[in-house]
């Protein structure tokens, strides 16, 4: 479950100045606590891990340094960046790590921001990014400003199981009842629903996804790679099908996947299924921590081979997953986690691991991939520091499900980034490629669907 946010900064601060950056950083720590705190299990697993303070904090346990073979390419980053991805994050410490690459080109630098997911999804770290960039942009002298917060001691298993039976008496227990009534409608509805229009969730547990080279055991090895597309084009894209960008980054992803799986020989003839999260925040709310997510089931429909019918297909698909999850209630999820024994999950997966369950010949996945996308920053963020250029986030992979695609908006632009299981996706380069191929592919179709309509249109107004 770990994501990462890579920053590219064009900066004229020297490369060798490490302190400069464990300055600000350290400076950070206080409008951004989540940083300094570890995880922590209940004894007896009685309520979910908690967050605390980390009183063995120590800032250059988290920060790493390290140069780009040359000539610090686009290949260099991305493998380099796969490579970071590889290992687990120390679970007796603040579960991130920072690392600096050098030796790009042009003098930039990259920043490489490794998080566990269950500190932050991706709209509170989209929050937490901006906060720290518009802090450190006017943070003219970090030495003076360093971090003043000072941890408390870890809590004892007393105090954490003491601590988790107040919790459950005083919330559990008391909205337990309300929390059945919600279930139960929630069912009632999605049963209604899927009488009357058809439920995505209903049809995945019944008939789950087709079985692909994604969807095995994961191993500790990644791949990954990234692509840019204009915003402004896929927005145009988007007006002119009559979607959103989101349909579109959906289509193309189905494109690359669908190019992907036929270069292997391995395309099936049902559709893909690929979970989404959205946020399931509240009007108002703005959190730089924690996860507030629900997830939309689509298909994504590899199997049709014309790009506009495909789009059409996959734009159905989405709209009807939003009505699925407006049905549902979109916190309902969230209450569904919270109510999960902790024991139950751990057990599960445990259990899933030992079997090696994903490897079974009869295995049906849950979902082929996984594909997000968060608008972050509209202008580009620049201070004392330097210019972000650019801005990438990666989202985590999960078992059985070896391919996550992560969409994020900066500045004008769609930075896309792709990581895989390396078993699984060992030529991560190639599926990049085929995404931005994809764009050309679906606007060509849609200009050429264009110019047979007015092709159409001028001979019949000559034959009237």
């Known amino acids: 479950m770990h994501t990462l946010k890579i920053q590219i900064i064009d900066t004229d601060i020297d490369e060798t100045r490490y302190d400069v950056l464990r300055e600000r ?57 796969a490579q970071i991805m590889c290992h687990r994050l120390d679970r007796q410490r603040p579960l991130w790590e920072l690392w600096l690459l050098t030796g790009l080109a042009n003098g930039r630098i990259a920043i490489v921001h490794k998080i566990h997911h269950c500190l932050a999804d991706g709209t509170a770290t989209m929050r937490y990014i901006s906060h720290a960039f518009e802090y450190q942009a006017h943070l003219m002298s970090p030495a003076a400003d360093a971090s003043t917060w000072r941890a408390s001691p870890l809590p004892s298993g007393y105090r954490l199981v003491g601590s988790a039976l107040a919790d459950h008496l005083k919330y559990d227990i008391r909205a337990f009842p309300s929390f059945v009534a919600t279930m139960w409608r929630a069912i009632t509805r999605l049963l209604a629903f899927n009488r009357d ?26 791949s990954f790679s990234r692509r840019q597309l204009p915003l402004a084009d896929v927005k145009q894209l988007a007006h002119k099908l009559d979607g959103t960008v989101n349909d579109v980054i959906l289509a193309l992803a189905a494109a690359a996947l669908r190019d992907y799986l036929q270069f292997h020989n391995e395309l099936p003839d049902e559709p893909l299924g690929t979970a989404i999260p959205v946020t399931a925040e509240q009007p ?15 298909c994504l429909w590899t199997n049709i081979a014309d790009p506009q019918e495909r789009f059409r297909a996959i734009q159905h698909s989405t709209r009807v997953a939003k009505q699925e999850l407006q049905v549902l209630g979109i916190d309902t999820f969230s209450q569904l986690m919270h109510f999960m024994p902790p024991f139950l999950s751990l057990w599960k997966t445990r259990r899933k691991q030992r079997l090696r369950k994903a490897d079974r010949p009869n295995f ?20 004392n520091y330097g210019t972000l250029v650019d801005i990438y986030s990666m989202g985590p992979l999960v078992e059985a499900c070896g391919l996550n695609i992560t969409v994020w908006s900066y500045a004008g632009n769609l930075n896309i980034s792709m990581m895989g299981c390396k078993k699984a996706v060992p030529d991560i380069e190639r599926l990049a490629d085929a995404m931005v191929v994809a764009m050309s592919e679906l606007e060509q179709s849609l200009a050429t669907t264009e110019g047979d309509r007015e092709r159409y249109s001028t001979t019949g107004e000559e034959s009237r």
């Open 25 to 81: 950083l350290e400076a950070t720590l206080d409008i951004v606590p989540m940083l300094r705190k570890r995880v922590m299990f209940v004894p007896l697993n009685l309520h979910h891990p908690v967050l605390v303070d980390d009183p063995d904090f120590d800032l250059d346990s988290h920060i790493y340094r390290a140069a780009l073979p040359a000539p610090g390419g686009e290949l260099e980053l991305n493998q380099m960046i």
């Open 197 to 222: 229009v058809g439920s995505p969730t209903v049809k995945w547990l019944s008939s789950p996804p087709p079985r692909t080279r994604l969807n095995h055991v994961l191993s500790a090895r990644r």
């Open 284 to 298: 108002g709310e703005l959190r730089e921590s924690g996860n507030h997510t629900s997830y939309l089931p689509i």
């Open 364 to 383: 049906k996945p849950l979902t082929n991939a996984i594909i997000s996308n968060v608008p972050g920053p509209r202008e580009q963020l620049s201070g």
